[in-house]
């Protein structure tokens, strides 16, 4: 008797543990396939990864990406272009990315000198012609640097021109990747060159007068002034910061170029504003660093 109770009472322990074992087991297979679903959805918001090694370039700008007084006065030298260029001492990103021999039939330059945000769009729909795997974006300084501060473009205007353009972009080519580089900082150009009468002598020729005019004047509004410049070039970069950040595909420099501690010996000697070649050179190795980057600057 009392080992058939031991049986029964052995047969219930038994029963009862499998019946655990059944409920865990199902749990388990609950969470997994909850698990499974969750990267799934985590994997198709993920999104397209950015490509650190794009197969053709286009540029587009304004008279820095030209290579404006680079190489003669009031002359672009393209060839010399920190994106696209093709001069040996210069190493443009072009060449960086894709090598001497490919650089100039998979690069295509479309800046102009002069140009303003509000030119970017028929810059980019050129550019996207040739559904490159990534398009380079260098503008703003035209936009803070005007005859006077007064008449710099308006914050909301230049989001509203880099919005339209990057829609514009997309809609063409959907696929391309798009490197900002942030709008320099033009009181740094006031400082390295205002101690010089040679220098004080060419700017007044009228380049940039929101910032330059008056380079020795201690003045509140000459001080006032040239703060405020300042103030919407950060203001410009924090649109770009903003409006790339939307975008999958687009990245910002991170404020890699405001940020730099250019020198005279990188400014032109005819203008004492562009980049000359050593100053060319600065923006593609700060270029080539970010696009080949895993992530993004932070």
């Not at 297979?29 to 679903?37: E, H, K, L, M, V």
Request: hydrophobic share 40%.
């Amino acid at each position: 008797m009392r080992t058939t109770a031991m049986r029964r009472r052995a047969r219930r322990t038994l029963g009862g543990a499998a019946a655990a074992m059944a409920v865990l087991a199902g749990a388990l297979s609950g969470c997994q396939s909850d698990g499974s679903a969750t990267e799934g959805e985590r994997g198709a918001q993920a999104g397209p990864r950015w490509n650190t090694a794009p197969a053709s370039i286009a540029a587009v700008g304004d008279s820095i990406t030209r290579g404006f007084d680079a190489c003669s006065v009031l002359a672009d030298c393209p060839e010399v272009s920190w994106a696209t260029g093709n001069d040996p001492a210069v190493h443009s990103l072009a060449t960086r990315l894709l090598g001497e021999a490919e650089a100039p039939a998979r690069s295509w330059n479309y800046a102009v000198t002069g140009s303003r945000m509000a030119d970017l769009a028929g810059q980019l729909a050129s550019a996207a012609e040739h559904k490159p795997d990534l398009v380079t974006v260098m503008v703003g300084s035209n936009d803070a640097c005007r005859p006077s501060a007064s008449s710099m473009t308006p914050v909301a205007d230049f989001r509203a021109g880099f919005e339209k353009a990057l829609a514009g972009l997309r809609a063409a080519s959907p696929a391309s990747q798009v490197y900002v580089s942030s709008v320099p900082d033009l009181q740094r150009l006031w400082e390295q060159g205002k101690d010089s009468p040679m220098v004080r002598q060419i700017w007044k020729l009228g380049i940039c007068q929101s910032m330059l005019a008056d380079p020795l004047s201690a003045a509140a509004g000459a001080t006032a002034r040239r703060e405020q410049v300042r103030a919407r070039v950060v203001e410009y970069n924090e649109v770009l910061r903003e409006v790339c950040a939307k975008d999958a595909l687009c990245r910002y420099d991170g404020g890699a170029v405001f940020q730099y501690p250019f020198a005279a010996d990188q400014l032109s000697h005819w203008d004492w504003f562009h980049p000359g070649k050593d100053g060319q050179a600065r923006l593609a190795e700060l270029a080539h660093r970010q696009v080949t980057a895993a992530e993004p600057p932070r």
